[in-house]
């Protein structure tokens, strides 16, 4: 089922179940800017992270002496407890809260809730979690957009690059087969703030950064003049992926990570994790903004 907001300037579709952005459409030129989830290639188009990003190692953690196991990226993307909850005319707002099927892998009393704004020519995404329980609240959260790269027909992926607002010397934090973040890092940057897409990117998984300087990403092309940008000035990660043969590419802004591989698996020592006191109320937003 697609929801959907607009304004003068853009029409967006929000998918359930589990509140994806569908689609981003520009009403000046009617072009598509979403990944279209094609089910052979990707079936997703920005799916929501949540309590964890990426992957555990063995696919599980460790609370309280008790093993808990946990699918990667966590149970809110597909998740169908994740319901509309309020819409307008420019925005979306769906909201899930923590339930028995919840509580027997993630033991944790949760309200969360996620907002899509319309704003002239943005769309800010905005994660609100609140900790409806008696004891601090562990978890991670990110986004995983994916955007339709090429965009037009004429155009071909290795005409996009990813333009970073300041110059970067960052190096990619290397994964393992079993989705653990090794010791060992890769070098992207050169005193750059470009990188050149190519499905050859991809071949080792995604790019992992740690310590950018920038806190804007803008997907351009050498060809037309449209771009897309992800302001994420509240998340301190950041993960750039695609399939191999996948026209898009996703610009995932992150708070947390993947374990790493010496990890003890404990939630409370998990790299980037957040405590939330409890009836604290965490909110963190991402802002995609169209140029044309």
């Not at 598509?32 to 696919?59: H, Q, R, T």
């Not at 965009?151 to 990813?162: A, I, P, T, V």
């Not at 071949?203 to 804007?216: N, R, Y």
């Not at 037309?224 to 996703?250: H, Q, R």
């Amino acid at each position: 089922m697609l929801h959907y907001a607009k304004n003068a300037k853009l029409e967006i579709a929000v998918r359930q179940p589990g509140a994806e952005l569908f689609s981003i459409k520009s009403l000046k030129t009617g072009l598509e800017y979403m990944w279209g989830s094609d089910p052979s290639v990707w079936n997703s188009s920005a799916p929501i992270l949540f309590p964890i990003v990426g992957g555990l190692k063995d696919n599980a953690y460790l609370w309280n002496g008790e093993k808990y196991e946990l699918k990667k990226h966590g149970f809110i993307r597909e998740n169908q407890d994740l319901l509309l909850t309020g819409i307008t005319s420019d925005s979306l707002t769906f909201g899930m809260a923590s339930n028995k099927e919840t509580l027997k892998i993630y033991p944790f009393e949760f309200g969360f809730t996620i907002k899509f704004i319309l704003e002239d020519t943005k769309i800010r995404v905005v994660h609100e979690v609140t900790n409806t329980g008696k004891s601090p609240l562990f978890f991670s959260l990110g986004g995983h957009p994916g955007f339709k790269c090429p965009r037009h027909e004429n155009e071909k992926y290795e005409d996009y690059y990813l333009e970073f607002e300041s110059k970067e010397n960052s190096s990619t934090w290397l994964l393992f087969e079993d989705g653990t973040v090794s010791d060992k890092t890769a070098p992207v940057f050169n005193n750059s703030d470009n990188i050149p897409l190519t499905h050859e990117l991809f071949s080792k998984d995604a790019l992992i950064f740690k310590d950018l300087k920038s806190k804007k990403i803008t997907l351009r092309s050498k060809k037309s003049v449209e771009a897309l940008s992800v302001a994420y000035a509240d998340f301190p990660n950041m993960g750039i992926w695609a399939k191999t043969n996948g026209d898009f590419v996703c610009i995932e802004p992150w708070l947390g990570i993947a374990d790493k591989w010496d990890t003890d698996q404990r939630l409370e020592n998990k790299e980037g994790v957040i405590q939330l006191v409890a009836g604290g109320v965490f909110e963190a937003q991402y802002i995609i903004e169209i140029h044309e």
